[in-house]
């Protein structure tokens, strides 16, 4: 199959979950034997540099950029007000991605175009008159309850105001294109359910985050044993608004327990509020080079979300290489978890206290619960496996 992937942002290099889902598929689809090109945006949010991408990752995937200016612009978020039109889809909207778009599909023909996100979706139009090529959306999140979720944690009136403004122009859009697509591949069984309850009636698939199990190798030597850490990019608010308050509610109260623990910070883009931060036994350390490498040299991954959709790419990289994980219910949505078993659930300060006791008591079982966070990787999450589900579902688009 020829598959034309519009990405938001670089697939490369994957460091973090939105990009490494994107190259997971994009990769795992190439290796396979389908021909792939990708269409990047590269924006001030997020910027890749085309000349440090390798030459062979390329070749296989025929990435191109088009840069698109994303910085809110106060006059024009000023005029959405009274508009209908979603302010967080419109920024998407240029026409130089619109020219590069027309310019690919005139070059090539395409049995499937892959729509990396809904905010790539106003290009459907575009696409449906230059090619026949098939559009399915690869949905990571669903975008608007992020948002709803970061709305009802707002404490200031008016930023809650605005923010629910533009949550519920977000929302409309959604849903108003559900059934634009000729299908929508989720990346967890929660978000296609509620896709169907939304009056989606194109054909829908769950196709999960999934990683080459070859690529995770377990090791358990140099292992800082009294010590949590947390990583992921600080500019998704969701990660910033889980971590300020796990600093505010909840490390004091570790540390007045357990002294002897650090707690570790990594991720890009950390906010100047947090490299400023001085708080007892809690390291920021900013973006790590290895993440594999970062993991694998502490002992218990804290991932307090309280927003967000989709599935959590973190979560499974760390089980994936035998790491016991305390999240919230929100942050282990997607994953069919077993709690106490291959992950602990701790909703509120007293419970993640409770579970960061638990797991630093007992090596063994925190080694029982590394074990089976890994086997759950393996079986659900095996990236060869999803990709021969993706190219069935693709199939069965094309067959229609």
Same mark, same amino acid.
């Given at each position: 199959m020829k598959i034309l992937f519009l990405c938001n942002k670089s697939p490369y290099p994957p460091k973090e979950g939105g990009p490494m889902a994107m190259n997971a598929i994009i990769s795992g689809l190439a290796e396979a034997g389908n021909q792939v090109k990708v269409l990047a945006l590269n924006t001030n949010k997020y910027f890749t540099r085309p000349e440090e991408i390798p030459a062979s990752y390329k070749k296989a995937t025929n990435i191109e950029f088009v840069y698109a200016d994303l910085s809110i612009k106060?006059?024009?978020?000023?005029?959405?007000?009274?508009s209908s039109k979603s302010y967080h889809v419109e920024r998407f909207v240029t026409d130089p991605i619109k020219n590069k778009i027309i310019e690919i599909l005139n070059a090539g023909d395409f049995d499937?175009?892959?729509?990396?996100?809904?905010?790539?979706?106003?290009?459907? /139009?575009?696409?449906? +008159?230059?090619?026949?090529?098939?559009?399915?959306?690869?949905?990571?999140? =669903?975008?608007?309850?992020?948002?709803?979720r970061l709305t009802r944690q707002t404490k200031s009136p008016?930023?809650?105001?605005?923010?629910?403004?533009l949550t519920r122009k977000l929302k409309n859009y959604e849903l108003s294109v559900l059934n634009d697509?000729?299908?929508i591949a989720t990346i967890s069984d929660k978000d296609a359910g509620f896709f169907l309850k939304n009056g989606c009636k194109v054909p829908l698939k769950h196709i999960p985050f999934g990683v080459a199990i070859s690529d995770y190798e377990v090791t358990k030597t140099d292992v800082e044993p009294t010590s949590l850490f947390h990583l992921g990019a600080m500019n998704w /608010?969701?990660?910033? +608004?889980?971590?300020?308050?796990?600093?505010?509610?909840?490390?004091?109260? =570790?540390?007045?327990k357990f002294p002897q623990l650090k707690f570790y910070l990594a991720g890009r883009m950390m906010p100047q509020w947090l490299l400023d931060l001085e708080m007892p036994s809690v390291e920021i350390l900013g973006e790590v080079d290895d993440a594999q490498e970062f993991i694998l040299s502490k002992?218990?991954?804290?991932?307090?979300?309280?927003?967000?959709?989709?599935?959590?790419?973190?979560?499974?990289?760390?089980m994936a290489l035998g790491k016991t994980i305390i999240s919230t219910t929100v942050g282990a949505e997607g994953l069919n978890y077993t709690n106490g078993k291959d992950i602990l659930i701790a909703d509120t300060a007293d419970e993640f206290v409770r579970k960061v006791g638990k797991a630093i008591e007992s090596h063994k079982f925190c080694e029982e619960m590394g074990a089976n966070a890994r086997l759950l990787i393996e079986t659900h999450h095996n990236n060869k496996t999803i990709i021969k589900n993706l190219e069935s579902f693709y199939h069965s688009i094309l067959e229609k």
């Open positions: 106060p006059f024009q978020a000023l005029k959405n007000l009274f499937i175009v892959q729509l990396e996100l809904l905010y790539m979706t106003p290009y459907i /139009p575009v696409i449906k +008159e230059y090619s026949n090529a098939r559009i399915i959306l690869r949905s990571h999140n =669903i975008e608007h309850l992020i948002w709803e008016l930023k809650k105001f605005y923010l629910s403004h697509y000729d299908g /608010p969701p990660n910033e +608004e889980g971590i300020k308050w796990f600093l505010d509610e909840v490390w004091m109260k =570790i540390h007045g002992a218990i991954m804290v991932v307090p979300l309280f927003s967000g959709s989709g599935i959590r790419i973190k979560i499974i990289e760390g």
